[in-house]
């Protein structure tokens, strides 16, 4: 357990919440997954860091997040740093429902193409 600011982490824990993963097998094709967005999105994501406060994740970037022009979707990037985002609230010793995106400003240098590795790091 780590003391941050006060409030008490289990970073264990919130290790284990975070890389959790849900499937969906028994589907038909024209329904929706209960939470058919973390499948397609968050698939593969990988937990590489917590510590206090701070989070780390990688992905290899699968052909279902690309735009028309063959790279990762603008769509897609914000939803994994928006993610990411909420990941390090309860790092950082807040509860799990305390964190919401007010705003999200992403700059990118250059295009993610398909298999290529990203990595999203929030503090």
């Known amino acids: 357990m780590v003391k941050t600011e006060g409030k008490i ?7 284990r919440y975070l890389e959790k993963g849900e ?8 329904e929706f997954p209960k939470k058919f967005l973390e499948p397609l999105v968050f698939h593969d994501l990988r937990l590489d ?3 206090p406060g701070r989070v780390v994740f990688s992905m290899k970037i699968p052909p279902r997040l690309l735009n028309s022009a063959k790279y990762l979707h603008g769509g897609a990037i914000a939803t994994l740093v928006d993610v990411v985002g909420a990941a390090a609230v309860p790092a950082a010793g807040f509860p ?3 964190g919401v995106s007010l705003e999200i400003n992403v700059s990118c240098l250059d295009a993610a193409y398909v ?5 999203n790091s929030s503090s």
Request: hydrophobic share 25%; no cysteine.
């Open 9 to 15: 982490t289990d970073l264990e824990s919130v290790k």
């Open 23 to 30: 499937s969906s097998n028994s589907k038909q094709e024209h």
């Open 49 to 51: 860091l917590i510590q």
């Open 96 to 98: 799990w429902d305390s």
């Open 115 to 119: 298999h290529v590795r990203i990595y």
